[in-house]
């Protein structure tokens, strides 16, 4: 961390690195979907960039910039390429799982210095395959595999999602796990985002003994109810709204990417099936691109509202005056709705970039094929079925509760909203 800069100097900064990294990113990212992992030389590249450090504590020496900030951060990677970006939206939006496991767990995190991520995650939803026990002292956890473990192949510890019962009914607890107790498995063969690394894991052991301060209810951790030692209002701030606004980043930068690329290579390239010598002269793809920026442009107002949200929102708690758990609610749904949005609108921009970019755009040195098909996992992401999404945010519009379910985007975590009287 630059410790003298002003933020919003210190994010110029990690921009004009990003930048400069940028055409190495994009060079090497087809060697990191053939070997379903970007390189170590990538993760220290981006590290050095400051990248990693965006939303890490002011206190361990991070940036902690606003979630405002970080999202300019993660849309920058993104132009550039999109499993780089995931790799950066993972680092910075899953800060708030050890921040809300406790001091001590923040300490184990963030009080040696480390190249990479510092944070990784896997299967916090209902799915769960993981187990945990309570036994003297902590926790004896077993079961896995642990899926879509994105930034654990790099990340000092993974959180993992393990399933408890005391005798009073099954709950989610979040388990800090060091790196070398764990097994990564091969399986990350998938359509998109294929340089994330985001492989299984499963323990070395058949079980495994975590102290009692590495194993938090995930209850605790969503409603914030663990004092971290942390003072920066980020820290207070909605965690759907930190995760989510970050991760429409990524489908922003995807598409603002794709759309430099179409316009560099479709300049002076004839239109196949008319008169046109040179692409950008032709009315039909002045069309595609006003409606390509529409998209863009909404999904990226709407993210940016929503981010600059939750850092006010984040204020308002460390102010010690938080808002009511009805707006919560409605907050949180609201930025998981429209973060799904986000995410349509700008696969189908590039969709269109990449259906007016002729045969050669398939070839797999293209970015924008690579694009196209990372934009599409996003919008398949676990927590981001846009219908199941509407409906929530629908029923909470209508007066209604929405689905109680368990899990990081679970809503009933705050206090139930008042039906609304009929008139």
């Given at each position: 961390m630059?410790?003298?800069?002003h933020?919003?100097?210190?994010?110029?900064?990690?921009?004009?690195?990003?930048?400069?990294?940028?055409?190495?990113?994009?060079?090497?990212?087809?060697?990191?979907?053939?070997?379903?992992?970007?390189?170590?030389?990538?993760?220290?590249?981006?590290?050095?960039?400051?990248?990693?450090n965006?939303?890490?504590?002011?206190?361990?020496?991070?940036?902690?910039?606003?979630?405002?900030?970080?999202?300019?951060?993660?849309?920058?990677?993104?132009?550039w390429?999109?499993?780089?970006?995931w790799?950066?939206?993972?680092?910075?939006?899953?800060?708030?799982?050890?921040?809300?496991?406790?001091?001590?767990?923040?300490?184990?995190?963030?009080?040696?210095?480390?190249?990479?991520?510092?944070?990784?995650?896997?299967?916090?939803?209902?799915?769960?395959?993981?187990?945990?026990?309570?036994?003297?002292?902590?926790w004896?956890?077993?079961?896995?595999?642990?899926?879509?473990?994105?930034?654990?192949?790099?990340?000092?510890?993974?959180?993992?999602?393990?399933?408890?019962?005391d005798?009073?009914?099954?709950?989610l607890?979040?388990?800090?796990?060091p790196?070398?107790?764990l097994?990564?498995?091969?399986?990350?063969?998938?359509?998109?985002?294929?340089?994330t690394?985001?492989?299984?894991?499963?323990?070395?052991?058949?079980?495994?003994?975590?102290?009692?301060?590495?194993?938090?209810?995930?209850?605790?951790?969503?409603?914030?109810?663990?004092?971290?030692?942390?003072?920066?209002?980020?820290?207070?701030?909605?965690?759907l709204?930190?995760?989510?606004?970050?991760m429409?980043?990524?489908?922003?930068?995807?598409?603002?990417?794709?759309?430099?690329?179409?316009?560099?290579?479709?300049?002076?390239?004839?239109?196949?099936?008319?008169?046109?010598?040179?692409?950008l002269?032709?009315?039909?793809?002045?069309?595609?691109?006003?409606?390509?920026?529409?998209?863009?442009?909404?999904?990226?107002?709407?993210?940016?509202?929503?981010?600059?949200?939750?850092?006010?929102l984040?204020?308002?708690?460390?102010?010690?005056?938080?808002?009511?758990?009805?707006?919560?609610?409605?907050f949180?749904?609201?930025?998981?709705?429209?973060?799904?949005?986000?995410?349509?609108w700008?696969?189908?921009?590039?969709?269109?970039?990449?259906?007016?970019?002729?045969?050669?755009?398939?070839?797999?040195?293209?970015?924008?094929?690579?694009?196209?098909?990372?934009?599409?996992?996003?919008?398949?992401?676990?927590?981001?079925?846009?219908?199941?999404?509407?409906?929530?945010?629908?029923?909470?519009?209508?007066?209604?509760?929405?689905?109680?379910?368990?899990?990081?985007?679970?809503?009933?975590?705050?206090?139930?909203?008042?039906?609304?009287?009929?008139?």
């Amino acid at each position: 961390m630059t410790g003298t800069l002003h933020p919003s100097e210190r994010l110029t900064e990690i921009l004009e690195k990003v930048r400069a990294l940028g055409p190495t990113l994009r060079e090497r990212a087809l060697d990191a979907e053939r070997a379903g992992r970007l390189s170590d030389e990538t993760i220290a590249d981006l590290d050095a960039t400051g990248a990693f450090n965006i939303g890490s504590p002011a206190e361990f020496g991070g940036d902690e910039l606003s979630v405002r900030q970080q999202l300019e951060v993660v849309a920058e990677v993104a132009k550039w390429d999109g499993s780089a970006a995931w790799t950066v939206w993972v680092g910075a939006s899953t800060n708030w799982i050890p921040a809300g496991s406790g001091a001590r767990v923040v300490e184990e995190v963030y009080g040696s210095r480390w190249v990479g991520p510092r944070v990784a995650a896997s299967s916090h939803f209902p799915a769960s395959r993981g187990r945990a026990k309570r036994v003297d002292g902590g926790w004896s956890i077993s079961g896995g595999p642990w899926t879509f473990g994105s930034d654990s192949l790099w990340a000092p510890f993974t959180n993992l999602g393990c399933i408890a019962d005391d005798g009073d009914g099954p709950y989610l607890v979040g388990v800090q796990v060091p790196r070398d107790e764990l097994r990564f498995l091969d399986d990350w063969h998938v359509a998109g985002m294929k340089g994330t690394g985001s492989v299984s894991s499963t323990l070395v052991q058949d079980e495994l003994f975590v102290p009692d301060h590495r194993g938090v209810d995930f209850r605790d951790v969503t409603g914030q109810k663990l004092d971290s030692g942390l003072k920066g209002s980020v820290w207070k701030a909605p965690s759907l709204g930190w995760s989510f606004s970050l991760m429409a980043g990524m489908s922003i930068g995807l598409a603002q990417g794709a759309l430099d690329r179409f316009l560099e290579r479709s300049a002076g390239r004839p239109l196949r099936g008319t008169t046109y010598k040179n692409q950008l002269e032709a009315p039909l793809t002045h069309l595609m691109l006003a409606e390509v920026h529409s998209k863009i442009q909404s999904a990226t107002s709407m993210t940016r509202a929503n981010a600059e949200e939750t850092d006010r929102l984040g204020e308002l708690a460390a102010a010690g005056t938080p808002a009511a758990p009805e707006y919560l609610q409605m907050f949180s749904a609201r930025v998981l709705v429209e973060t799904a949005y986000a995410a349509k609108w700008c696969a189908e921009a590039i969709e269109l970039l990449q259906r007016n970019s002729g045969s050669t755009a398939i070839m797999e040195s293209e970015p924008i094929q690579r694009a196209w098909r990372d934009a599409r996992v996003i919008t398949l992401h676990g927590a981001l079925n846009l219908e199941a999404l509407s409906e929530n945010y629908g029923r909470l519009m209508a007066g209604a509760q929405p689905h109680k379910f368990d899990g990081i985007t679970t809503l009933d975590r705050f206090a139930p909203a008042p039906l609304k009287k009929d008139v």
